[in-house]
C-alpha cells in the first residue's frame, strides 16, 4: 500500500518526496521511449500476419506505442507540480488515471486514422470497442507495473537514506572516549597556567561535540567541515605539542561544496591515533585538496610506524566504511574513498562532485 511521505508545513509533500521521478529528465524520457519500443516490438511479434509485412506493422505499431508512451510522459511532467502536493496513494491513483485517459485519447485518433492499415485487420467499424477495451487493457497493466516499479525503487530509496541517516548519526555519536578523556586533562592542566588557552580550548570541544551530536543536519559545506576538522586538531596540538603538525593545501577548493557532515574529522582523528601518537618524534599530517574531472579531492595522510615501535591495535575500519557509504549515497559511483598504504606512510583520498549533495 503507497503511504504519505512527510508533509511540509500546510499539508502539502514536497516533490522530493514524490515517488514518481520527473518526466521531463531527458533520461527518463529516453527510458520511455525504449520500453515503449520494446512493447513494440513484442506487439509486433504476436500480431496476426506478422510474416507478410513485418517492417511495416513494427513501424506503424512503434508509431502508436510511442504516441501514447510519450503524451503519458508529457501529461506526467506538466502535472508533477500537482502531483507532489498529494500522497502517494492519491498521486498514483492520479497517475494511473491520466495514463489510461491518454491510452483512450490515443486510442480514438488512432483508430480514425489508421483503420484499415494491415497493422491493424481488427480495425473496423465493427470492432471500434475491440481495439479501445484491447489498448486500454494493455496500458493498463503496463501502467500498473510500471507505477508499481517505481514506488518500490522509492522506497528502495528512502530505505538507503533512513539507513545513511542511521549510520550518520551513529558516527557523529562516535568520538573516542580516550579524545574526551585527553582533551579533559589537557584542559585540566591549562586551567591554572594558560586560563586562556583552556577557556578557547573547551570552546573548540564544546563546538566539535556540537557538531558530532547534532543530527537535524544532513549535509555540511566544505569550509564548516574544515573549521571543525581545525578545531579538532588545535585541541590535539596542546595535547602533543610539538610532535603533532599539519599541513593544509586547500586553497583551490570551493569552500562552499556540499558534503555529508563530519567526514574530515574521524579521518585526521584516525591519522592521529593510528600515525601520531604512537610515534615518539611524532610527525606531519598533509591535507591535500584539488579539483580533477569535475571531482574534488581531498588526500590526509600520515607517517605510519614500524613494527615494534608500540603502534596502536589496527582498527576494524568502520570509520572509513561509514564515511565511504555515506558518500556513495549523497552523491551515487562518483563518490567514493581510496586507501594508499605503504611501509612508512598512509593516505585515505575522499572523491565525490563539487556539485553539492544530490
Not at 85 to 93: D, G, K, P, Q
Not at 156 to 165: I, V
Not at 193 to 203: D, H, N, Y
Request: with cysteine; charged share 20%.
Amino acid at each position: 500500500m503507497m503511504t504519505a511521505q512527510s508533509k511540509e508545513p500546510g499539508g502539502a509533500e514536497t516533490a522530493a518526496h514524490l515517488f514518481l521521478p520527473s518526466f521531463c529528465d531527458v533520461r527518463l524520457v529516453f527510458a520511455v521511449v525504449v520500453i515503449a519500443e520494446l512493447f513494440a516490438f513484442i506487439l509486433t511479434l504476436v500480431s496476426p500476419g506478422v510474416l507478410d509485412d513485418p517492417w511495416s506493422d513494427l513501424g506503424l505499431i512503434s508509431l502508436y506505442m510511442q504516441w501514447i508512451a510519450l503524451t503519458s510522459a508529457a501529461v506526467l511532467c506538466l502535472s508533477r507540480p500537482l502531483l507532489s502536493r498529494l500522497s502517494n496513494t492519491t498521486a498514483a491513483i492520479v497517475s494511473y488515471l491520466l495514463v489510461l485517459l491518454v491510452t483512450g485519447m490515443v486510442s480514438e485518433m488512432a483508430y480514425r486514422l489508421m483503420a484499415g492499415s494491415t497493422a491493424f485487420p481488427e480495425l473496423s467499424g465493427t470492432d471500434h470497442a475491440v481495439f479501445q477495451l484491447r489498448s486500454l487493457t494493455i496500458s493498463s497493466v503496463v501502467a500498473a507495473v510500471v507505477l508499481r516499479y517505481l514506488y518500490v525503487q522509492f522506497q528502495w530509496r528512502q530505505q538507503l537514506q533512513a539507513e545513511s541517516r542511521t549510520r550518520i548519526q551513529a558516527l557523529q555519536a562516535r568520538i573516542r572516549p580516550h579524545f574526551l578523556f585527553n582533551s579533559m586533562n589537557t584542559i585540566a592542566a591549562l586551567t591554572r597556567s594558560e586560563p586562556a588557552t583552556a577557556e578557547a580550548a573547551i570552546e573548540d570541544l564544546s563546538d566539535l561535540f556540537r557538531a558530532a551530536l547534532n543530527s537535524s543536519h544532513e549535509q555540511a559545506t566544505l569550509e564548516d567541515e574544515l573549521t571543525l576538522a581545525r578545531r579538532y586538531l588545535h585541541i590535539e596540538k596542546l595535547r602533543l605539542g610539538e610532535r603533532l603538525s599539519v599541513k593544509w593545501n586547500m586553497e583551490d577548493l570551493p569552500m562552499g561544496a556540499s558534503l555529508p557532515p563530519l567526514i574530515l574529522q574521524p579521518l585526521l582523528e584516525n591519522a592521529i591515533y593510528h600515525g601520531i601518537e604512537p610515534l615518539a618524534e611524532g610527525g606531519t599530517i598533509t591535507v591535500d585538496g584539488r579539483i580533477e574531472g569535475g571531482l574534488l579531492e581531498i588526500a590526509i595522510g600520515n607517517p605510519v610506524p614500524g613494527p615494534g615501535t608500540g603502534r596502536h591495535k589496527t582498527g576494524n575500519h568502520m570509520a572509513q566504511e561509514n564515511i565511504r557509504q555515506r558518500l556513495q549515497i549523497a552523491f551515487g559511483n562518483r563518490a567514493g574513498l581510496a586507501l594508499d598504504e605503504a611501509a612508512d606512510y598512509y593516505r585515505v583520498t575522499l572523491r565525490f562532485p563539487e556539485t553539492g549533495v544530490s
